[in-house]
């Protein structure tokens, strides 16, 4: 029995042991991000921590003195377009994807989910030699189409994860009762989806919201997106205005996934 | 029961419907099966027998390699599910999660576009009739397994399809419940007169239920009976075997209604698949009809087996008793007996004699996946 409870104790300790260095791991990682923020908040002319005074500055400076905003709305622009596009097709891809069998669906699935395992920046130089050729200056479009094409592989995966998780006899049940094709896929499948769907598409809207390197790649003149005008700011001024965005920016992801996590545990 | 009058056209006919898939796997041999109006078929069968894939072919989810469906006299082999007026009860429930347990049951009426006060109308009748007009606003998830059960046995009559396809039905319930829900189903099946097809792998529930039981081996119908006839009539070991409990004795016949065991004992044969002689036959005797006799106060009369053997074990279930005996060419033979107070106490290793009517002794035809 002694010996029973030694090793019961002994798991306890390992295990606490276990989560103190999961717990340092995790501060080690977020207290950079975090210390943004008192930044902030900073009066003077540049980034320094701790902070000396409290001041509004950077933001007014953010919202009504600069160029800011017109990234940002670029930014919101391109993330939703992103998102619609890239939930209409990827949640289509999913639906048939789970709804069908056929030699070579293996490969499809890999085919639509390779975005996601070439590296980022080759997908960038692929579609900025891309639409050099094909010319599109002047226009959101190629940021839009490249975000698309990275954010399309975590909408089949969220999609087809809400898809395995629906009884197939419920699609079914629904045609035997009568329901056309049409009407199992709007009064039945489209709505068990929705929380999958609604999840998928902020996931979208964040991918594209928060990406760098295509948006740099094939973004021209006229058309920085929020992160790739943080990126461009840092190399020629140390503007603490950048920690205002930087801190805007991580209450708007923090606030997307709190979101997302709300929505699929509702279900 | 309700096969009260007998109408040119069979609810369902199948003819020479067959179901092979890629690789020669053959999960529904060539089969015709008729389906009388208002009759309950049950369809049994082990799993992977082929009776859930016969039952998706009929409800359009499957579409059959060969052969044609004909429901209420019409071919609907190239019909889409929606378009053949059926109706279904899963095992799982299959209701729809995000809907109320009216708008479930209301579901088959919209899709059908009727007026929304005929639509209450029906919805509040059919709830009634599955008392479960208290819980209409309530959600699926909110129910007990019967009650969803309940539910989409609603589902299903309120649109008053000409056939019932239920799979399973009551597999994810637990015994006592699945009894209630038998006789629920009984009683909805005598006061609509649907015609129902069951499917199942218990065979208490196939012979408490159906007016016919179909019985399914390997892809293949090896015997369709009511449930008495298949009971006291099986024609094969695998038909004895899967209904109710059976003591399969291998003996040779020796003559015309009589065969012997390997001790050469003679038994002989009541009814049963013709025998010739000289051949191996399988004789089955149910256990109910084995009575234990003392050795010399056992029967010789005329029309009376009798073999010899010694106890093994007896063990009380309830009621019933099982005895085990040990006969003399070396097999184990059961006899069942009600449980009574009074009744003899047959010690382990006692030499006693088995005997049962000839009457009920019945030869089987060799099962052919045997051969």
Known sequence: ?267 | MQRTTLTQEPMVRLTGVAKRYGGGVVALDTLDLDVTKGEFVALLGPSGSGKTTLLNIIAGMTPPSWGSVHIAGSDVTQLPPSKRNLGMVFQNYALLPHMSVYENVAFPLRVRKLAEKDIAEKVETVLELVQLAHAKQRLPRELSGGQQQRVSLARCIVYDPSLILMDEPLGALDKKLREQMQSEIKRLHRTLGTTILYVTHDQEEALSMADRIVLFHQGRIVQQATPADLYFKPRSVFAANFLGASNILSTTAVGEGIAQLKSGEPIQIGSGAPVSTNHPVKLLVRPECVRIERREAASRAQGTNSVSGRIVSSTILGNVTNHHIVIADGHTVMAQELTRRAAQDWAPGEEINLTWAAADTRALEPDEMEV
């Not at chain 1, 891309?130 to 599109?136: K, P, W």
């Open chain 1, 1 to 267: 029995m002694r010996e029973t409870a030694a090793t019961a104790n002994h798991a306890t300790w390992v295990s606490h042991c276990a989560n103190a260095w999961a717990w340092f791991g995790y501060a080690f990682l977020v207290l950079p991000t975090l210390v943004i923020i008192p930044m902030s908040f900073n009066s003077t002319d540049e980034l320094a921590f701790p902070p000396d005074s409290f001041s509004l500055r950077q933001y007014e400076t953010f919202f009504l003195k600069s160029d800011w905003l017109s990234s940002t709305f670029l930014s919101f622009k391109i993330a939703i377009a992103t998102a619609v596009l890239a939930v209409v097709i990827g949640v289509t891809a999913a639906y048939g994807l789970a709804r069908s069998s056929f030699p070579g669906r293996g490969a499809i699935v890999l085919f639509l989910l390779s975005p996601m395992l070439v590296p980022v920046v080759v997908v960038a130089l692929g579609l900025y030699l891309y639409f050099a050729t094909l010319g599109f200056s002047g226009s959101a479009l190629p940021i839009i189409v490249g975000h698309t094409l990275v954010a399309i592989p975590f909408v089949i995966i969220t999609a087809s994860s809400a898809l395995r998780h629906m009884e197939r006899n419920i699609e079914a049940a629904a045609m035997i009762m009568g329901a056309s094709p049409f009407q199992v896929f709007r009064k039945v499948t489209l709505p068990l989806l929705k929380s999958g769907i609604i999840a998928s598409a902020l996931f979208a809207f964040l991918i594209s919201f928060d990406e760098v390197i295509i948006a740099y790649f094939v973004g021209r003149a006229g058309f920085s997106t929020l992160p790739v005008k943080m990126f461009s700011t840092i190399q020629w001024e140390i503007s603490p205005v950048i920690a205002a965005v930087a801190t805007l920016l991580t209450i708007l992801s923090t606030g997307i996934c709190v979101l997302v996590t709300i929505i699929m545990d509702r279900k």
